[in-house]
């Protein structure tokens, strides 16, 4: 590995730490043939490998980790209102009643226990309630002291974390209706990807790595033809392994959340913004193979958005005014001139 500003390198190791580091120049390390005629990583790096490589990549993760925070907490409070919605239709503490959700919820798996997963969910709903110091939940208890939150106050309580198995403990047919609201699908997959998603934002929570790493909680995949946009991911081995899988299912969750999103064109600029600066081609193919966007140039789900022509018209309006140097008497009239457009 090439070090041409050891000064410099010493200072990302003094902010970041060697161990931390190390993980981004996996992918650089040249393979050794061991005597069993398997392969493992040398400590050597292949040829034309500078420093900078790790860390250019290391800002990409950065930035990733950023960019899966912002659709995460997008999905979160979408999936949050949506279960107070489904569930709150049938009693405003519907959270507490066990007739209303999944009998596996609310019985204990071992008859040796009392507690069911229902129970010890709520248990742990009601230690948030009453330590919050959220505005709205010091309101709630002061004026109703030793009352059990409604429904759509306590979701306010909930991360990924308690939420998604409150999900899968709900009834099918509520999760039916929740599944409506992002293009119909099956509750077998909102189920699976809020778990998935649930890990992947701890992840991000603790500052740690995305990129080439193994999903721990793997998302389901649709059936192909079932969602035509994730058909792509049927033709990759290990699809549900890889943080791409997760990065498309968020894509078409904020797709039905927030059409107008520019989220999509955010994460593929990075993506190229990072193949851009990486000067070595053989490492660049590397990063191709290996990195979890690679998909990107061949999915129409990240395909970047089109100007609408009244936005390119607009453009042109105002370039053609600071060509010809005309300049308007006010600020307001200019912002009434380029509204007609």
């Given at each position: 590995?090439?070090?041409?500003?050891?000064?410099?390198?010493?200072?990302?190791?003094?902010?970041?730490?060697?161990?931390?580091?190390?993980?981004?120049?996996?992918?650089?390390?040249?393979?050794?043939?061991?005597q069993d005629n398997s392969?493992?990583?040398?400590?050597?790096?292949?040829?034309?490998?500078?420093?900078k490589h790790s860390t250019n990549l290391y800002a990409f993760d950065k930035g990733l980790r950023l960019l899966v925070l912002d659709a995460i907490e997008r999905i979160e409070i979408s999936v949050r209102t949506e279960v107070a919605l489904s569930i709150g239709r049938h009693d405003p503490r519907a959270q507490c009643e066990p007739a209303l959700l999944d009998k596996r919820f609310t019985t204990a798996k071992n008859p040796a226990f009392v507690d069911s997963m229902?129970?010890?969910?709520?248990?742990?709903?009601?230690e948030r309630a009453a330590t919050s110091k959220e505005e709205f939940a010091v309101h709630f208890r002061t004026k109703n002291p030793g009352e059990t939150m409604p429904v759509w106050i306590a979701v306010e309580l909930l991360d990924f974390g308690p939420l998604s198995p409150f999900l899968s403990g709900m009834r099918y047919s509520d999760v039916q209706a929740i599944s409506a609201s992002y293009g119909g699908l099956r509750p077998l997959l909102i189920k699976s990807w809020t778990r998935s998603?649930?890990?992947?934002?701890?992840?991000?929570?603790?500052?740690?790595?995305?990129?080439?790493?193994?999903?721990?909680?793997?998302?389901?995949?649709?059936?192909?033809?079932?969602?035509?946009?994730l058909d792509h991911l049927s033709?990759?081995?290990?699809?549900?392994?890889?943080?791409?899988?997760?990065?498309?299912?968020?894509?078409?969750?904020?797709?039905?959340?927030?059409?107008?999103?520019?989220?999509?064109?955010?994460?593929?600029?990075?993506?190229?913004n990072f193949l851009q600066h990486q000067t070595s081609r053989s490492v660049t193919r590397g990063f191709r193979r290996i990195g979890p966007l690679c998909h990107f140039g061949t999915s129409d789900l990240f395909a970047l958005r089109r100007p609408r022509l009244h936005h390119l018209f607009r453009h042109a309006v105002k370039g053609f005014l600071c060509l010809i140097g005309f300049k308007f008497p006010c600020y307001s009239l200019k912002l009434f001139v380029l509204s007609l457009f």
């Open positions: 590995m090439a070090v041409p500003d050891v000064p410099k390198a010493d200072e990302y190791l003094q902010q970041i730490g060697y161990y931390r580091l190390s993980a981004y120049w996996y992918p650089f390390r040249k393979l050794v043939q061991q392969f493992a990583l040398g400590n050597a790096f292949k040829a034309g490998t500078q420093f229902h129970t010890g969910w709520l248990r742990k709903l009601d998603l649930s890990g992947i934002r701890n992840v991000c929570a603790h500052h740690s790595r995305h990129w080439n790493k193994p999903l721990v909680d793997q998302p389901a995949l649709p059936n192909h033809g079932e969602i035509p946009d033709q990759m081995a290990g699809a549900n392994r890889r943080l791409y899988a997760a990065l498309a299912i968020m894509r078409l969750l904020l797709k039905q959340i927030n059409p107008r999103t520019n989220w999509a064109d955010r994460l593929r600029l990075i993506w190229r």
